[in-house]
């Protein structure tokens, strides 16, 4: 996104309200409603959804990461990857009118635990506080 428009994000003067609280409902939404959006995804109950929204002023732009837990038998990857693109999807969104050549990008898996896969982390990510 332009620089503009990040600074009209962090300042709250975007004229559809506070984007950075919608992206993270819509996040939140997004990581519930995971199975209903992708055939053959298991719906899980998920026991908790933790969304950090970051201004990243190099880019200009926000980095969304999201951790989800269950603790069903699989993994719930899916349900973090839906939190984050329908949180990205709120912010483009919110700003289209501000700034139409916004970019959504890099959205992938930096961990995962449980599962009968297992774990796996992505080389050079950092651990998920907790």
Known sequence: ?????????????????????????????GAKRAADLIPLCHPLPLHAVSVEIAPVEDLPGLRIRVETRTEARTGVEMEALCAVSAGLLAVYDMCKGRDRAMELEVIRLLEKDGGRSGSWRRAGSDPPAR
């Open 1 to 29: 996104m332009s620089a503009a428009t990040l600074e009209a994000i962090l300042t709250g003067v975007v004229a559809k309200g506070d984007v950075l609280a919608v992206a993270r409902i819509a996040a939140i939404g």
